[in-house]
């Protein structure tokens, strides 16, 4: 294919290219965004005052809202004689107690509420010392931890443990069943 060298060739005069592939504000339904804040005017003196009361109000509200939540925080310390797991590396985390499990890998953390889990599973590696809980949660995704331990000897009694406060705490949908069909029975 040849083409012109000469200046005198114009580029084809081409309509824009429009459509949501190219402009996001092209969606049919959106609004366009607002160019620049309105200017404001002096507010009235009432205005002032009311605005004031306001602040002040959602101040004192805000104060109760904290007082109601450091209470929480005292009232939900752990029971005394519940049972908690905890194994951990130099990297990994895992915590399981009252309130739920907690897993954490360098900066990144994860906490699930016992009403958040449909199970937890547990794996050893055949050679090695890696240790691996997977939690998972009933909308089918799973959130797997490898914890290196310091020795093979310490899987027994994480595992012994993790059972103790899954048999404490978790209450697997199996138990309802068989409490319902008691029941049934019973009449």
């Known amino acids: 294919m040849e083409q012109r060298m000469s200046s005198s060739s114009q580029p084809l005069k081409a309509e824009p290219v429009t459509g949501a592939g190219f402009d996001p504000a092209h969606v049919p339904g959106i609004t366009p965004p607002v160019s620049g804040p309105a200017p404001a005017a002096e507010p009235d003196p009432k205005e002032r005052e009311t605005r004031a009361e306001e602040t002040s109000d959602t101040a004192e509200t805000a104060e109760a809202l904290d007082a109601e939540e450091a209470a929480r925080a005292e009232t939900a310390g752990p029971p005394a004689d519940g049972p908690v797991f905890e194994a951990a590396d130099r990297r990994a985390r895992i915590v399981a107690d009252h309130a739920g499990v907690r897993l954490s890998l360098d900066d990144q953390a994860c906490e699930f509420r016992w009403d958040e889990i449909g199970a937890v599973e547990t794996e050893t590696a055949r050679f090695g010392k890696?240790?691996?809980?997977?939690?998972?949660?009933?909308?089918?995704?799973?959130?797997?931890?490898?914890?290196?331990?310091?020795?093979?000897?310490?899987?027994?009694?994480?595992?012994?443990?993790l059972d103790a406060v899954l048999d404490a705490y978790f209450e697997d949908g199996d138990e309802s069943k068989d409490s319902a069909q008691a029941g049934e029975e019973a009449e």
């Open 130 to 161: 890696r240790f691996t809980i997977t939690v998972h949660t009933p909308d089918r995704r799973w959130y797997p931890i490898e914890i290196d331990a310091p020795s093979r000897s310490d899987f027994a009694r994480w595992e012994a443990e």
